[in-house]
């Protein structure tokens, strides 16, 4: 096999596939990534057997046909230091030989055939929400998923589809989040998907997607790309019996001035104390030693009394990153009790800090 294109496209598809590479063992086949040249395209693979990619291309001149496999990591820092010119790819005598003017280097491959197989969309049933919205949704929930859990469900988002809604959902155990895209579902079913795998979807998929799915696999596919990734097999918590039925008292706060007053605070300490009057709020840190801080904003908050909150700052900052709006409201019961941030449909539970 032989095949030329330009170094930024080649460096542009490496990159994109480092994150489906088996890191730890060089010796792996998983390490490697797959290069299969048929029809006039070039299509290129990475799998760990967890997750995986193939990006199909046009951009690359196709010689001869044929197959090799490259460590990952090794060839796309081969290519980084070349310059920006053409570069050919050549499976000699099972060596990969890589070539650019005067420049050359081999790299030893395995064989191609032993390569791991992806899942196939084929009848597989698919899930018709609204691709975009899936996305940018998974974008809100994304920083509460936890990672290194021992549950392992807890280290994936659930995606609850039910028959008017898909609620979209990820939690650290110390806070909920919930987005909730409105649709109309021909069947109900749950799926948990890893939060590395959310991470690669929100990076590479923009446009409208195919999404399938089976026990073991979610599978999205596009013109260019096809991704797979196994599914958490576990029970994820049930979030709904999280969510407060009622609340005593909700205020509509001004995004921009409440992300100014916490990161003031949080140049001190994380963790925040908010006293709710009824025409302010007052924010102070929460640290052990004598430094402090402490600033204010005046609000009409309604409140016939003082009302403390003590909170990470951090699931706060999170949530305001994720909206659009210039407000969001706060809803709580009780000092003790979970209170929650909520913009449209999308609301994060957050336990506070007791002392």
Known sequence: MKIRAQKQIIESILINLQPFLEKKDASQITSHILFNSQNDKCIVKATDGEI??????????????????????????????????????????????????????????F???????????????????DSLSLIQNLK??????????????????????????????????RRLAIATIQSSNSEELSLI????????????????????????NLIISNENYYFYTRLINGKFPDYQRIVPSTVKHAITLPKKEMLDAIKMITTISQEIKMTLLSDAIIFNSLSADNVEAKTELELHTGLDEKF???????????????????????EFNEPSLPFIVKDDNFITIIMPIVA
Do not use: C, W
């Open 308 to 330: 403390e909150l003590s909170f990470n700052s951090k699931y706060i900052l999170d949530f305001i990153s994720q909206i659009d709006k210039n407000e969001f409201t706060i």
């Open 140 to 173: 809100k929930i994304s920083p509460a998923i936890d990672t290194n859990n021992p549950k392992f469900e807890l280290n994936g988002a659930l995606i609850n589809i039910k028959n008017d809604s898909t609620d979209l959902v990820g939690t650290d155990t």
């Open 111 to 129: 064989d191609p055939d032993s390569y791991p197989g992806f899942p196939t969309a084929e009848d597989k049933p698919q899930i018709t929400l």
């Open 193 to 216: 998907v890893p939060k590395k795998a959310i991470l690669e979807i929100q990076k590479l998929f923009l446009d409208q997607i195919d999404i399938y799915f089976d026990e073991t």
């Open 52 to 109: 995986g990619l193939k990006i199909v291309t046009d951009h690359i001149m196709i010689e001869s046909e044929g197959s090799f496999t490259a460590n990952g990591k090794k060839l796309l820092d081969i290519i980084r230091i070349l310059k920006d010119d053409e570069i050919v790819l050549e499976l000699l005598d099972n060596t990969l030989i890589i070539k650019q003017k005067h420049s050359k280097f081999k790299l030893p491959t």
